[in-house]
């Protein structure tokens, strides 16, 4: 949780909410953020998911994280996979 308060995830969940925010654009102009931002998104991809489901906020969380990389996946996917393959 410290990790994602000086990541500025917030600013992402924010930024995906909006499709037309979510371009090739602005992927390539905050690559190196994204970068970092989707490394620790990914990492909490692993979990268990017994554990997850157990609790509603952390199952709100990964959803909200789930959405997030869709959206960037479906709103830019050039750049988006220009910084997977990185």
């Known amino acids: 949780l410290i990790f994602a308060a000086r990541l500025g995830l917030e600013n ?3 930024t995906v ?3 037309e925010k979510t371009t090739d654009a602005f ?3 905050n690559s190196e953020l994204l970068d970092a ?3 620790l998104l990914a990492q909490t991809l692993r979990v268990n998911t017994a554990v997850l489901f157990d609790s509603p906020m952390l199952c709100d969380a990964y959803e ?3 959405y997030a990389c869709a959206q960037l996946v479906a709103g830019a996917p050039a750049a988006f996979f220009n910084i997977a393959a990185e």
């Open 64 to 66: 909200q994280i789930i």
């Open 27 to 29: 992927v390539a102009a």
């Open 12 to 14: 992402l969940f924010r």
């Open 37 to 39: 931002q989707l490394g």
């Open 17 to 19: 909410e909006d499709p």
